[in-house]
Each structure stands twice: as structure tokens, then as C-alpha cells.
Antibody, heavy 117, light 106 residues
Framework: VQLQQWGTGLLKPSETLSLTCGVS????????WTWIRQPPGKGLEWIGD???????NYNPSLKSRVTISIDTSKNQFSLKLTSLTAADTAVYYC????????????WGQGTLVTASS | DIHMTQSPSSLSASVGDRVTITCRAT??????LNWYQQKPGKAPKVLIY???NLQSGVPSRFSGSGSGTDFTLTITSLQPEDFATYYC?????????FGQGTKVEI
């Protein structure tokens, strides 16, 4: 199983972050496809997840600005985060969550997204 | 939200030492507790899931215990490659939350 992520790394405040995670070597069913972020030098924050039917869960602290979507035909899922501020500067990771215990057992390589004017 | 508190936030240890990290939840999470190891510039790696289950491929010197609100990660005989930051994570409900991390240093 491999997760490969891509997207724009440098954005201006108020712009929209857009990242995509491609999954190879595994079916999309039976997992929660997840986005997690980590500000520089800080801990991990769960952003939200999506299952293969498109059902989503979001962190209430970000819910008004976040959209996670899935394209099962391409084995990809995506993250959009609107109205960026400097506080959104972080390394963003995609990850696979196993359904039974919601443990994240495969991760993307991470993408540093910087929101700066 | 369920808040996860790890202690200590950092510790110094030597190769061969036994290391214990604790994680406390603000409400019962049964056994919905996972542990991760993160090295600088890398994605986290799962060590333990469901409080005490060793992830495939993880050395047996790592072990987890606990249930309810109090959990422990133990590393017996610390190895050079174990110097890293460790995080607990609850998967009992949304939003999933992580502890603040414990940095294990030489």
C-alpha cells in the first residue's frame, strides 16, 4: 500500500488549499481516508475523513472551511481548506484509517503548506 | 472533544533503558487508544493499536497497556533507533485527538 500526495505548497492568506492523495495497492473499501496536519514544531491535528461511499467526518474546529472528497475511479481522495490564515501553515498528511480501531497504518509523505503574504 | 494528556513531555534516556510514557484521556475511551512514533521530517508510524496490540512489523520491545482513561507505552531496552517523539491518539469518537507528544532524547 502506498499513499502519494500532491498539491500547492505556498499560498496567500484567504486562498484555498487543495491537496490530493493517490492510493495504490489497496481497495478503497473498508477504510477511512483521512487528513491530518502538523504545524511546524507542534503536535498532530485530525482534520477529517471520508469512506468509500463518500460519508465524511470533520473536525468541528475546521468544519466550516473543510471539504474532503473521493474519486474511487482514480483511487484518490482530496482536501480543500478555504480562507487560509497563517495558523493553517503546517505539514499536511493523508493517511489510511483501519475501520475497526481507526488506527492510521499507512501515511503519505506529507506536504508543507505555507500561508504567507 | 476528548483531550489527551501525555507525560512526560520529554525525557532523557540511555540505550538499554526501560522507558514508560503515559497517556490520560478526559473521559473513558475503552480501549480505543493508539500509539505512534515520529522521527524528524517523517510521517508518524503506528506502534500499538487498541491499547495493547502490537502492529505488524514492530519490535516486541514496544508494548502498550491500559483501558478507560489511563494508558501506558513501554519500551524495554531502548535502542538507538527509538529516539523519537511518541504520540497517543484516541479513536473513540470524533474529533479524533492526539496527545501533545513525548520526545525521547539521549
Amino acid at each position: 500500500v502506498q499513499l502519494q500526495q500532491w498539491g500547492t505548497g505556498l499560498l496567500k492568506p484567504s486562498e484555498t488549499l487543495s491537496l490530493t492523495c493517490g492510493v495504490s495497492g489497496e481497495s478503497f473499501t473498508s477504510y477511512y481516508w483521512t487528513w491530518i496536519r502538523q504545524p511546524p514544531g507542534k503536535g498532530l491535528e485530525w482534520i477529517g475523513d471520508i469512506n468509500h461511499t463518500g460519508g465524511t467526518n470533520y473536525n468541528p474546529s475546521l468544519k466550516s472551511r473543510v471539504t474532503i472528497s473521493i474519486d474511487t475511479s482514480k483511487n484518490q481522495f482530496s482536501l480543500k481548506l478555504t480562507s487560509l490564515t497563517a495558523a493553517d501553515t503546517a505539514v499536511y498528511y493523508c493517511a489510511r484509517g483501519r475501520q475497526q480501531w481507526l488506527v492510521y497504518d499507512y501515511w503519505g509523505q506529507g506536504t508543507l503548506v505555507t500561508a504567507s503574504s | 472533544d476528548i483531550h489527551m494528556t501525555q507525560s512526560p513531555s520529554s525525557l532523557s534516556a540511555s540505550v538499554g533503558d526501560r522507558v514508560t510514557i503515559t497517556c490520560r484521556a478526559t473521559q473513558s475511551i475503552a480501549m480505543y487508544l493508539n500509539w505512534y512514533q515520529q522521527k524528524p521530517g517523517k510521517a508518524p508510524k503506528v506502534l500499538i493499536y487498541a491499547a495493547s496490540n502490537l502492529q505488524s512489523g514492530v519490535p516486541s520491545r514496544f508494548s502498550g497497556s491500559g483501558s478507560g482513561t489511563d494508558f501506558t507505552l513501554t519500551i524495554t531496552s531502548l535502542q538507538p533507533e527509538d529516539f523519537a517523539t511518541y504520540y497517543c491518539q484516541q479513536s473513540y469518537n470524533n474529533p479524533r485527538t492526539f496527545g501533545q507528544g513525548t520526545k525521547v532524547e539521549i
